[in-house]
């Protein structure tokens, strides 16, 4: 059994042109994901040709804060059209607003109530728009122990609880077991758990978030246990190569990832 597979085009063949490695990504049968599409050569990413299944689907605002959700959805609202000329299936958001690097523009380390109410009825707001549009919103987990101290809301099993809660055809979850892993651990118990509500999956391994096979998390045996709960959607290849940024290094990247996620039919069975 083979995922439809996709590699994040910001985080691999480094010394290319966003479009050369849009092309390569491509070329080798995998679909793209991007992250913030404004001031990017739109009709020449979608002359390549390529399937496109995710994209920042908002760049101002945070999803939980009653002050700025509306932000959230205007700017979602903006990114629409670009979402359409793609043909991109799933717009990402987050629980909190990020600056430069990931970093939380507005640090807070204790979840409230009124966080969980504005951040639920911001996903149902978002829901209505990707319905109207035929996109959907999906929510990221991050990792606030390394990457993104100071978001809220933010590990895995917060992220799953406002997307089950909103419960919209058009809101799903962009499950990130790199950042998973880093917060909380027990990924197959994750996926299995999570599978009504995955939109699209990432992945990375830890430490160095480099393709898998480099660090410490089997992902033979969670993609053994997402083929196992009927797992038939896209998985993200959302990391650098292991080897440095050049073309070889990326190709190599590319094809260890391919090899984590090709199950064998006998061992899906299994």
Same mark, same amino acid.
């Given at each position: 059994m083979s995922f439809r597979l996709a590699a994040c085009a910001e985080m691999i063949y480094g010394e290319l042109p966003l479009v050369e490695r849009v092309q390569r990504i491509h070329g080798q049968g995998f679909e793209v994901e991007l992250w913030d599409t404004r001031n990017r050569d739109?009709? *020449?990413?979608?002359?390549? $040709?390529? @399937?496109?299944?995710?994209? /920042? +689907?908002?760049? !101002?605002? /945070?999803?939980?804060?009653?002050?700025?959700?509306? %932000?959230?959805?205007?700017?979602?609202?903006?990114?629409?059209? #670009?979402? =359409?000329?793609?043909?991109?299936?799933?717009?990402?958001?987050?629980p909190a607003e990020?600056?430069? !690097?990931?970093? /939380?523009?507005?640090?807070?380390?204790?979840? #409230? +109530? &009124?966080?969980?109410?504005? $951040?639920? %009825?911001?996903?149902? %707001?978002?829901? @209505?728009?990707?319905?109207?549009?035929?996109?959907?919103?999906? =929510?990221?987990?991050?990792?606030?122990?390394?990457?993104?101290?100071?978001?809220?809301?933010? %590990? *895995?099993?917060?992220?799953?609880?406002?997307? /089950?809660?909103?419960?919209?055809?058009?809101?799903?979850?962009?499950?990130?077991?790199?950042?998973? &892993?880093?917060?909380?651990?027990? =990924?197959?118990? =994750?996926v299995r758990g999570a599978q009504p509500w995955i939109g699209e999956i990432q992945v990375a391994d830890v430490p160095g978030r480099f393709e898998p096979g480099t660090g410490e998390v089997n992902y033979s045996a969670v993609a053994k246990a997402l083929a196992g709960v009927g797992y038939s959607g896209v998985i993200g290849l959302e990391a650098a190569a292991s080897g440095g940024s050049g073309v070889a290094a990326g190709d190599k990247a590319l094809s260890a990832f391919r090899d984590a996620f090709t199950v064998e039919v006998a061992q899906q069975q299994n």
């Open positions: 739109i009709p *020449a990413l979608a002359a390549t $040709g390529a @399937r496109f299944s995710s994209m /920042s +689907g908002y760049f !101002g605002g /945070s999803l939980i804060d009653p002050d700025s959700a509306d %932000r959230v959805v205007e700017s979602a609202e903006k990114l629409i059209p #670009t979402a =359409l000329e793609l043909g991109v299936e799933r717009m990402v958001v987050h990020l600056g430069d !690097g990931g970093v /939380s523009v507005r640090p807070l380390h204790r979840s #409230t +109530g &009124q966080m969980w109410l504005t $951040g639920l %009825r911001t996903l149902e %707001r978002l829901g @209505r728009l990707g319905e109207r549009h035929g996109v959907v919103f999906a =929510l990221e987990n991050l990792n606030t122990v390394l990457d993104h101290p100071g978001i809220p809301l933010a %590990r *895995a099993k917060d992220t799953l609880a406002l997307v /089950s809660a909103a419960d919209h055809p058009h809101v799903r979850m962009m499950l990130d077991l790199y950042h998973a &892993q880093i917060g909380e651990g027990n =990924l197959i118990e =994750l």
